[in-house]
């Protein structure tokens, strides 16, 4: 097909695409549709297959036309797009048609599309970057702090003997509100609550005003909230409750010993093995949490440096997924997590809108890396993904063929390989930017940073 085109850039990332086919290919197209229609057109008093041109033109005119018009657009697009590799559309933003042309065979047809490409980035402004990397020790206390945690989560839970009720007992209550009237509210009353005195997990944060009281014991308790409390219902509200002690249980916490390292796992023989473990462990975990902080601020730097547009397609397409799946984390459909929201007082809308940020921010650092990445021609070897196949079995306690194993299906390898080309990009960019100390964080404040 004898064609001209012309981009034109728009903002967000858009382009219009304008296109010119001669009319000899106009009027060629515009012959092989009334072709095809007198091949299969059936019109009283012609038998199938000799109904004249004439005819067909004078009874199915408009029709004939719109399949022209769609028959050359399609091809003259599928021919352009075919070639052109800076210009193509998204997977996800179809080309709109400004305008329908008119069919003319003894004239030219010219028609305009418009659509979404992907952003055009050249990253070339690292002047100015500054990385910090916060300073954090696994030492004896985060090791303790750890074995701790799990102390705890090996603890039984058996009956108090004093049945007195203390900070950190686990206390099964009823309660109600109480009217001035000195009547129960009805649709207050909870039954076999429970909570461990201390955490506040309960809706009238009643901690402290249950303190000394003992099983089966029932209190009349006065609670005044402030005009900023959490649950709106009580906000500034005095609230009388009768509150009845169940049941009053504590942790039986386990003796810290090499019988302790064995039930956690058999893996350990020793509390010195385990804590071993331990300390590996947090030391991934800290190298990992510490290059993630690393690369955001990187990356939210280069993304204030080099500015560009997200394609609305792009980033609806973005939000789309983020529904989708906090519906499938929700185990509902996403329509019927609207309906959710909506009965919870808020709206898909809104709620997209206070996405809308982050995901440009993550869409923008993730074209920022793709473009890097084709910028500096970054490969990896097959001797390189074999390294890191040592690396993650190191980390992980794994054998290199268990990794192998998990690597196998195509799509988590092709993962593994692109992970890979990030981090030989990261080395790379921090060479030439300055790298430095950071502030000194525990290990928990470690994963707190945002």
Sequence with gaps: MKLTKEFTNLEKSAVKLSVTVDKADVEQAYNSTISKYVKNAQIPGFRKGHVPASVLEKKYGESLKADTIGEIIDTAVSEIFEKETDNRPLPYAQPVLEEMPALDVTKDLKFTLTYDVFP???????????????????????????????????????????????????VTIDYVEVGEDGKE????????????????????????????????????????????????????????LNVTIKAVKVRDLPAIDDDFAQDCNEKYKTLADMKADIKRNMEVAKDRRIRELKNNSLLEQLVKKNPFDIPASMLAAELDGRWNMMAQQFQTTPEQLEKMIVASGQTKETMLKEWTGDSEKMLKSRIIVDALIRERNISVTPEEIEAQYAKIAEEG??????????????????????????????????????VTKGDKLTFKELFEQR
Excluded: W
Aim: hydrophobic share 30%.
């Design 397 to 434: 306690g794994m054998t290199v063929e268990e990794v192998k194993d998990h690597y196998k299906d195509a799509r988590a390898k092709e993962y593994l390989i692109d992970d890979t080309k990030e981090n030989k990009l990261y080395d790379e960019i921090y060479k030439e930017v300055k």
């Design 120 to 170: 055009k980035v050249s990253v070339k402004d690292f002047a100015g970057v500054t990385v910090k990397e916060p300073q954090v020790t696994v030492g004896d206390a985060e090791i303790d702090e750890e074995i701790k945690a799990m102390q705890e989560r090996n603890a039984m839970v058996i009956e108090k003997k004093d049945n007195t009720v203390e900070k950190d007992n686990i």
């Design 185 to 240: 509210i009805a649709d207050t009353k909870r039954q076999d609550y429970v909570f461990t005195v201390g955490s506040g997990e309960n809706l009238y944060k009643i901690d402290d005003e249950i303190l000394g009281m003992k099983k089966d014991e029932t209190k009349e308790i006065t609670k005044k909230f402030k005009k900023d409390y959490e649950d709106s219902d009580l906000a500034g509200k005095t609230v009388k």
